[in-house]
């Protein structure tokens, strides 16, 4: 099964900021987890936790505090935890993942005409495994980016807090969302 079929079976992603978010997240039916916490010490851990409850985990390692966001980071993730995938802002790295062989989700946020075009431009030029959309209740933004880059998964991200959100952000061409919001995590 490849990542877009895994992310349509399972559209509703557990997005965690501490570790009582970590706790819900392993009780919960969301299979996919971003992890935007953790430090280069516990991170290990934080996913081990995870794995045993057989999650497909993403790491946003520009919010792992110790861990550099470059290529001996993204290796040192590779090689010492299990994770699935990356989650970065940064170009680098999401070229670098996807060289060592990791699944590369790059986060956009999309704020206005110029911030769509020079994330097309990035999209297009570095071919991310994924794509999160900042904010994710922005359905117009979806659809338009949607268009742009073809065969590249889009998950909307950000403010998605009731199951309408889900529901439009859905609808306008995400194959995913992910939320902090709990109550969520279990639809």
């Not at 280069?40 to 919010?63: G, P, Q, R, T």
Request: hydrophobic fraction near 45%; glycine fraction near 6%.
């Amino acid at each position: 099964m490849n990542l877009t079929e895994v992310f349509i079976e399972n559209p509703v992603i557990a997005a965690i900021r501490d570790e009582k978010d970590l706790e819900k997240a392993l009780e919960s039916k969301a299979n996919i987890v971003f992890v935007l916490f953790g430090n280069i010490i516990n991170i290990k851990s934080i996913c081990h936790k995870l794995k045993e409850k057989e999650k497909k985990i993403f790491v946003h390692v520009d919010m792992i505090e110790g861990l550099k966001g470059d290529s001996a980071g993204i290796e040192y993730l590779k090689e010492c935890v299990e994770l699935d995938g990356i989650i970065s802002t940064k170009t680098s790295n999401i070229k670098h993942a996807t060289q060592v062989g990791l699944y590369a989700i790059q986060r956009i946020f999309i704020i206005d005409s110029l911030s769509l075009k020079t994330g097309v431009k990035n999209i297009l030029e570095h071919r991310p495994t994924a794509v999160e959309v900042m904010p994710g209740i922005a359905s117009k933004i979806i659809n338009k980016l949607e268009t742009k880059v073809k065969n590249i998964p889009i998950i909307a991200g950000g403010l998605i807090k009731e199951k309408k959100d889900v529901i439009e952000s859905l609808s306008a061409g995400a194959v995913a969302i992910s939320t902090t919001s709990w109550e969520l995590w279990d639809l």
